[in-house]
């Protein structure tokens, strides 16, 4: 899987909606539609993680990664070509040892 890929997936976008996702200097992020040539939907920012149906979602995704598309998703969400670095462990509490 595309880290690009992974990286919506874990945040619960649907691929065929959105093509890209950036993090803003406030902490709010903000979506690419397909298409599009910049981000122009508004996501906010994420509550804290919960247990729930979207979580479970975000968890068997990242289960199903092997350690090359974590270390690659990770490294696309600590360094983005768009925005500031996507917080995976403090923004959606996935189990990473990252934190930007």
């Not at 649907?14 to 803003?24: A, E, K, M, N």
């Not at 696309?76 to 959606?92: E, N, Q, T, Y």
Request: proline share 10%.
């Amino acid at each position: 899987m595309e880290p690009k890929e992974a990286l919506l997936r874990l945040m619960c976008l649907p691929l065929s909606q959105f093509d890209g996702v950036c993090r803003t200097s406030d902490g709010f992020y903000m979506a690419m539609a397909k298409g599009d040539i910049g981000y122009n939907h508004f996501l906010g920012k994420p509550n804290p993680p919960h247990p729930g149906p979207g979580r479970d979602m975000m968890l068997a995704t990242w289960a199903k990664l092997s350690n090359d598309e974590r270390q690659a998703v990770l490294s696309l969400a600590a360094h983005p070509i768009d925005g500031c670095p996507i917080r995976l462990a403090k923004d959606f509490g996935f189990p990473t040892n990252e934190e930007a």
